[in-house]
């Protein structure tokens, strides 16, 4: 049974530019969660999806924004990077509220230049 | 902002037992104490999880004292591949919540 997987596992952007992360939830859940995690520091929550929808954010800006899709994958975009964006993105998902906790993926390091 | 407080480092010789220690003092009757762990170069792991009575599954015991105002994680032998950061958190079960991660500990288990 694949758990979570997150494409691609790294990359490398302009500043200026778009970047769109992809995730695909581990079978049977169905509520996403991304976070940012910068180097030697823990992850932090941007938000989440459940049924199609943002359900909660973080203290993000709107540059960052998301989408999940009918058959739970989900899509992280970023607007205008800037250098303070570079990090390992995660992707977290969990069947309902996550009651038995999260399964996160291996992440997508994220590069800006 | 984190709801815990842990130490930022610890060692442990291979083969004995770890315990780390986290501070909850401003726990809610209905929250939750959960431990996750992070390998390098990985995504973060769950590990166990409890309310108020102590937990063990296949990874590791958790004993959280009787106020709730604590909790210990306890790895019974630990190994070179449990050197990880360990996080704790509190955490509601409903909708509306997420994992907020602090530093945690950083535990080498040294050979």
């Known amino acids: 049974d694949a758990g979570v997987t997150q494409s691609p596992t790294h990359l490398i952007k302009t500043r200026g530019q778009q970047v769109t992360l992809r995730c695909s939830p581990k079978?049977?859940?169905?509520?996403v969660s991304w976070y940012q995690q910068a180097l030697g520091q823990g992850p932090q929550f941007i938000f989440q999806y459940y049924e199609e929808e943002e359900r909660q954010r973080g203290n993000f800006p709107d540059r960052f924004s998301g989408h999940q899709f009918p058959n739970y994958s989900s899509e992280l975009n970023v607007n205008a990077l800037l250098l303070g964006d570079s990090a390992l993105y995660l992707c977290?998902?969990?069947?309902?509220?996550?009651?038995?906790?999260?399964?996160f993926g291996s992440g997508t390091r994220l590069t800006v230049v | 902002d984190a709801k815990t407080t842990q130490p930022p480092s610890m060692d442990c010789a291979e083969g004995r037992a770890a315990n780390l220690p986290c501070n909850h003092s401003t726990i809610s009757g209905n929250e939750y104490v959960y431990w996750y762990r992070q390998i390098h170069s990985q995504g973060p792991q769950y590990i166990i999880h409890g309310l108020k009575n102590n937990e063990t599954n296949e990874m590791a015991s958790l004993i959280i004292t009787e106020d709730r105002k604590s909790s210990t994680l306890i790895l019974p032998h630990a190994t070179l591949r449990d050197t990880a950061v360990y996080y704790c958190i509190v955490r509601g079960d409903n909708y509306g919540q997420n994992f907020v991660f602090g530093p945690g500990t950083r535990l080498s288990v040294l050979p």
């Open positions: 977290a998902s969990s069947p309902g509220t996550g009651f038995y906790g999260y399964t």
């Open positions: 079978s049977g859940h169905d509520t």
